[in-house]
């Protein structure tokens, strides 16, 4: 008989030398800055002239325009709804991914310029190679080579270019699109993610996340220190007292009632935990740690995924160039989040955060002004690892890689995932091929070579298993 998964084997030497990401790397399509927009519209139709070569019909939808802080107008890029094949007798999946990348200059520390694909040591660098350019198209060749034989469903792409900074008018159109475009979709895979170590991984959930900030104001205008040091309440000192509030020292969420909500951890999940690999070692020889606030590598995996955590990003307002400024600043802005789990509601977690700072205010008797607002609150997802598509993405990375996939519940945010699932009520999944230190979103971002062919295999033996489940 004709052994399908060797005649992809042997095609996908085709794209051993990715031209394709080469072309889509060095656009510099980054979704932060307003000067790029025109880029990242180019991203766009570039991608969906890919989908029209492999025979797939696309729509680029018009999501209207962005108004920018300086109240100009811009235009949003347009979003892919594209089809590949529509056999009725077919399953069909949609893959979701997006096109626009992090800020990137090569000031900031990169070896190489980020918009120029480039190959050291098995590894192919540049913005967008792994978050998450390189993965669509990962997708897009494992297509085209199963179409030399036969494409065994039905392939529908969403993608978009707005994901970096919020996925701006994505979620609407979700909504507008679910009795239309998703009416036939039986799966939805994201090809946003990566694995926790070199061993292939299948996501089945995300935490949610709340960003907070605390406006603290003491004065109309920034006060010498001379003059002003010791007489009045300051703005900065009152804003500390409060980020210290938040969590100790363990990484405890010092917000009253804030545990309440999380659900019990089964033993089910446990066991993956147990199985899932994680070298601890290793990821604090690379980013510089000396040691964790927790010592085995199941507490760990859990702790930073499957229990809330809170971290304290920055303040807006206070001196921080070189130098020396004996300055009291007149305003401040403390900037933290939370990170949600399975049953935690964004909404009651901005009450109980808001209520205790306030509480915790009013004891420090300060006549300062203070006022907390909640950014944007983004739910948790966790998905049914029983589901076919995760059965056959099991198959399909034991038939690839040879080894049992891994299966991870990440620390991260991935909105789009939770919103997918309520409004259109289909199974959702993570299947990506990031490799665990592809820093996608700092500095010399890259996806291996490996990874990028294996994933081609993956995501084509991955179709065929779900065909003949």
Known sequence: TYDRFTLILNLTYNFLFPQKLKDWVAIENDSNDPSKRQQLINMMHSAGESIKKLGGTVEMVDLGTQKLCNEQNISLPPVILANIGKDPTKLTVCFYGHLDVQPAKIEDGWSNDPYILTEKNGNLYGRGTSDDKGQILAVLNAVEALQRHELPVNVKFLLEGMEEVGSTGLPTLVEQRNSTFFSDVDYIVVTDTSWLSNKPGITYGTRGNCYFLIEVECSKQDLHSGAFGGIVHEAMSDLIFLLDTLVNSSGHIQIPGIYEAVSPLTDQEKKLYEETEYDLDGIKAKYGIDRFIYKTKEELLIRRSRYPSLSIHGIEGAFSEPGTKTVIP????????????????????????????????????????????????????????????????????????????????????????????????????LLGIGGPDDAAHGQDEKISRINFIEGIKLYAAFLQELASL
């Not at 901005?350 to 209520?355: A, E």
């Not at 890689?401 to 991935?414: E, N, R, S």
């Open 330 to 429: 007149a305003r401040v802005i403390g900037k933290f989040s939370v990170r949600l789990v399975p049953n935690m509601e964004p909404s009651v977690v901005k009450k109980q955060v808001t209520d205790s700072l306030n509480e915790k205010f009013a004891e420090r008797n300060s006549p300062n002004r203070v006022k907390i607002t909640s950014e944007y609150g983004s739910k948790p997802w966790l998905s049914g690892t029983s589901d076919p598509q995760y059965l056959a993405a099991k198959k399909a990375i034991k038939r690839v890689f040879g080894v049992d996939a891994d299966m991870i519940h990440v620390g991260g945010t991935l909105p789009i995932a939770s919103h997918f699932q309520e409004v259109t009520g289909k199974s959702i999944m």
